[in-house]
T-cell receptor, first 112, second 114 residues
C-alpha cells in the first residue's frame, strides 16, 4: 500500500476560526483520496472523496461549504474546516487507495 | 445506503480466550477488509477478502468472507492483551485496484485483560 502522512496530529482552535488539515501520499501519485470523520467510540464515516484537479464529491449530509477540500496535486489533499464550532470537534482521517487502502494517522480537532 | 453491522459492539475477555466478531450486510461487496485501530491512530489493514467463501489466516486471526459476499467474520484464537483495539470491517464496491470508497462497519471494541 501507499505511505500516507497526515498533519497536524492535533489542533485546538477557537470557535469561528478555520483549520487546515493536510494529507500527503508520500510514495504514490493519488488521483483520489478519501476523508473520514470519527466521533468518540464510533466508526469512521466517509465525508468526501477528493479528486485531483477537480471538485470533491461529498457524501450526503456533509456541508461542502464548511468542509473545503482541495486536491491540487497528486500527492496532497487538504481539508479545511471553516468557521469551526465545538460540534466539529472530531478525529479526521484521510486515506489513499492503492493496492488496498492506507490511512493517515489522523488529526484530532478540538474547537473551544 | 450500504450498512455494515458488526457484533458484538464491545467484548471484554481474558487472555487465552477465543472470540468471533461478525460483520453483516444486506449488500454485496466486491471485497471486504478488516482493520484494527488503536486510540488516536488511523486504522491499520489486517486483511482483504475478495472471493465468496474465502478464508484467510493471519497468525491467530482467521477471516472468512461469506459465500454471497455480504458478510464476514473474524475469529481470534487465544487472545492476547496486544489484540486490544477497535476492529472495523469495511466493504468496497468495485475493484480494490481502483479507488472505490469504503463503507465501514459499526465497529467492535475488544479488550483483552491478563
Amino acid at each position: 500500500g501507499a505511505v500516507v502522512s497526515q498533519h497536524p496530529s492535533r489542533v485546538i482552535c477557537k470557535s469561528g476560526t478555520s483549520v487546515k488539515i493536510e494529507c500527503r501520499s508520500l510514495d504514490f501519485q493519488a488521483t483520489t483520496m478519501f476523508w473520514y470523520r470519527q466521533f468518540p467510540k464510533q466508526s469512521l464515516m466517509l465525508m468526501a472523496t477528493s479528486n485531483e484537479g477537480s471538485k470533491a464529491t461529498y457524501e450526503q449530509g456533509v456541508e461542502k461549504d464548511k468542509f473545503l477540500i482541495n486536491h491540487a496535486s497528486l500527492t496532497l489533499s487538504t481539508l479545511t474546516v471553516t468557521s469551526a464550532h465545538p460540534e466539529d470537534s472530531s478525529f479526521y482521517i484521510c486515506s489513499v487507495g492503492f493496492r488496498g487502502y492506507t490511512f493517515g494517522s489522523g488529526t484530532r480537532l478540538t474547537v473551544v | 445506503t450500504q450498512l455494515l453491522e458488526q457484533s458484538p459492539q464491545f467484548l471484554s475477555i481474558q487472555e487465552g480466550e477465543n472470540l468471533t466478531v461478525y460483520c453483516n450486510s444486506s449488500s454485496v461487496f466486491s471485497s471486504l477488509q478488516w482493520y484494527r485501530q488503536e486510540p488516536g491512530e488511523g486504522p491499520v489493514l489486517l486483511v482483504t477478502v475478495v472471493t465468496g467463501g474465502e478464508v484467510k489466516k493471519l497468525k491467530r486471526l482467521t477471516f472468512q468472507f461469506g459465500d454471497a459476499r455480504k458478510d464476514s467474520s473474524l475469529h481470534i484464537t487465544a487472545a492476547q492483551p496486544g489484540d486490544t483495539g477497535l476492529y472495523l470491517c469495511a466493504g468496497a464496491v468495485g475493484h480494490t485496484g481502483t479507488a472505490s470508497k469504503l463503507t465501514f462497519g459499526t465497529g467492535t471494541r475488544l479488550q483483552v485483560t491478563l
